[in-house]
């Protein structure tokens, strides 16, 4: 078997929040405990871990894959949320969505700051 990643851990002041804020977005299962992590587990059988820390949070980029119409689904619960979005990590973009790929993306902050971002196409694909 080749190396695959497993599972990784999300630093987040509030981890009931800021879980519950991803897997909601998401559409994803409600996130469970693991030892002292809230668990949000991916289709693809990778996890985030979300560890609470009361100290700063180093931010960090987290990006998903989705189909088309998980990206709808996404990205209305963005706008019923009232979030801001971007179509660009610079965030020079507000109130966009990017088309690359001949897919669609787009950039958004979660509760501690860390730039979620959701896309249709993996890059580098082809249109």
Not at 38 to 49: A, C, E, F, H, K
Not at 58 to 66: D, G, M, S
Not at 72 to 98: C, H, Q, T, V
Request: glycine share 8%; with cysteine.
């Amino acid at each position: 078997m080749s190396a695959q990643l497993n599972h990784t851990i999300v630093w987040c002041r509030d981890q009931v929040t800021s879980a519950g804020f991803l897997a909601h977005i998401l559409g994803l299962p409600e996130p469970r405990h693991f030892m002292h992590f809230l668990v949000v587990d991916l289709s693809n059988g990778v996890s985030l871990d979300y560890y609470q820390v009361a100290e700063h949070v180093a931010l960090q980029h987290y990006a998903f894959l989705v189909s088309e119409a998980q990206f709808d689904a996404s990205f209305a619960r963005m706008r019923e949320r009232g979030l801001n979005y971007w179509a660009d990590p610079a965030k020079r973009k507000p109130g966009e969505i990017n088309h690359h790929f001949g897919g669609r993306g787009v950039y958004f902050d979660d509760p501690d700051g860390h730039l979620l971002e959701i896309i249709t196409r993996p890059y580098g694909s082809e249109p």
